[in-house]
């Protein structure tokens, strides 16, 4: 009885074999693998280099100036599309992570990260020179960097860059309005607030205190309320 057991052992291994020689074929196939040498190429690379003119897909930069700001070598002053009040707020939203911290909200350079030590401060968005620069130039900037700051390629997609760029010029206006530039028609919303002291930018400057009528008040609240929304916050990450 063993040994009939292991005659048919024996039988079963060599039929396992002989089927298993049956579809070698189809476990060894004409194909290379990756990075491999190759005797069916001259100049035997299996990886076959793409097809000269190929774009991998969403990599087509047919806009130049969308991708550059550039026009030929020149820094441009257009915004590549229209900016409207979506377009300002996402600027808003994407200028207070990536730049605030060292430019500060208001843009004047006075950043919490220079607060500490940065080697150098940046420059506020308000000086004549910057107020000047075409926009092109902004975008250049946060690609490329400048100086000792560092680029934001990499974090910040071309759509969010131009959106931080309408925002910086929302803000130079902001800094520098006069009535001139309310369009005719319009109201001017408030009275502009009176500070008790320049600050650092860093968090929202204090509002003198209010000697005005109710319902001015009532219009001017929006700093505060987001300034006590923001300590909130602070206050919410620093307890965990
Ligand atoms: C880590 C801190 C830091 C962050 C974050 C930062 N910057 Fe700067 N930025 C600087 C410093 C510092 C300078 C001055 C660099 C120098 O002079 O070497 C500067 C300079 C600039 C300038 C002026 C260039 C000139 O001609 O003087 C622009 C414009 C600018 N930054 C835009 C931005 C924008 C837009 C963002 C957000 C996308 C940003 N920065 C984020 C630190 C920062």
Known sequence: MPHLRRIQLIAAILAAGTFTGCRLDMHVQPRENPLSRS?????????RPPVEGTVARDELRADTYFYT????????????????KQVLERGRERFNIFCAPCHSRLGDGNGFVPSRGFARKPPSFHIARLE??????????????????????????????????????????????????VPAGQ???????????????????????ETKSTEEKSQNTKPEDMQSADMKGNQQVNQQ
């Open 187 to 209: 109201k001017i919303p408030s009275e502009p607030p009176t500070f008790r002291q320049p600050e650092s930018g860093a968090t929202l400057p204090v509002p003198a205190p």
């Open 39 to 47: 005797d069916f190429y001259a100049d035997q690379r299996s990886e």
């Open 69 to 84: 700001g550039k026009v030929g070598n020149n820094p441009g002053d257009v915004m590549p599309f229209p900016v409207n």
């Open 132 to 181: 000047k620069a075409p926009v092109g130039y902004f975008y250049d900037v946060i690609t490329n960097g400048f100086g000792i700051m560092p680029d934001y390629a990499s974090q910040i997609p071309p759509q969010d860059r131009w959106d931080i760029i309408a925002y910086i010029r929302a803000l130079q206006l902001s800094q520098n309005a006069t009535t001139a530039d």
